[in-house]
T-cell receptor, first 116, second 112 residues
Framework: DAGVTQSPTHLIKTRGQQVTLRCSPK?????VSWYQQALGQGPQFIFQ???????QRGNFPDRFSGHQFPNYSSELNVNALLLGDSALYLC???????????????FGQGTRLTVV | GEDVEQSLFLSVREGDSSVINCTYT??????LYWYKQEPGAGLQLLTY?????DMKQDQRLTVLLNKKDKHLSLRIADTQTGDSAIYFC????????????FGQGTTLQVKP
């Protein structure tokens, strides 16, 4: 079992550019969530995808968008990058539970994005 | 509101017990989690407890939940140098399926 995999591991972009980060969930999982972790902080929820739709969203601007594919993998897109977008971006996968609540969330190793 | 707070730093001697504390504000929390993060790495799920439980034990880890005081703790018995990491407390709310709300993390330093 490969667990949650993210690519790339590191990325450097210039202000104003656009970036796409990728995530493959743990085998058997159908739900993908994205988090932003700034240096020295806890992860902050960006949004969650289930059945190829955004199910809920945290307090992030529309510059942050995503997609989930039929194989449950997901992408996070950030447009018009700002210096403050520099962070570790974490993907978590889980399995939709019987009452609509997710069970354990497993995290990938993250993508370290640096905006210069 | 949604808020999870942790103390920022804890230092212990190898072989001692470590206790990491966490408080949360939302009484509708369903699951409460402890994650471990080593330098440059993602988050590793250590254990979790359902909100109707008081205690959960898993090998060297003991989780205690005081729902009345909204206080969660993680005790690590016989702490080893390999336990040095940042520990995050997180909660999910019944109204927000799957969304984890994290504390700012407690850095555990284990001295030989």
């Amino acid at each position: 079992d490969a667990g949650v995999t993210q690519s790339p591991t590191h990325l450097i972009k210039t202000r104003g550019q656009q970036v796409t980060l990728r995530c493959s969930p743990k085998s058997g999982h159908d739900t993908v969530s994205w988090y932003q972790q700034a240096l020295g902080q806890g992860p902050q929820f960006i949004f969650q995808y289930y059945e190829e739709e955004e199910r809920q969203r945290g307090n992030f601007p529309d510059r942050f968008s995503g997609h989930q594919f039929p194989n449950y993998s997901s992408e996070l897109n950030v447009n018009a990058l700002l210096l403050g977008d520099s962070a570790l971006y974490l993907c978590a996968s889980s399995l939709e539970g019987p009452k609509g609540s997710d069970t354990e969330a497993f995290f990938g190793q993250g993508t370290r994005l640096t905006v210069v | 509101g949604e808020d999870v707070e942790q103390s920022l730093f804890l230092s212990v001697r190898e072989g001692d017990s470590s206790v990491i504390n966490c408080t949360y504000t939302d009484s509708s929390s369903t699951y409460l989690y402890w994650y471990k993060q080593e330098p440059g790495a993602g988050l590793q799920l250590l254990t979790y407890i359902f909100s109707n439980m008081d205690m959960k034990q898993d090998q060297r880890l003991t989780v205690l939940l005081n729902k009345k005081d909204k206080h969660l703790s993680l005790r690590i018995a016989d702490t080893q140098t390999g336990d040095s990491a940042i520990y995050f407390c997180a909660e999910t709310l019944s109204s927000n399926t799957g969304k984890l709300i994290f504390g700012q993390g407690t850095t555990l330093q284990v001295k030989p």
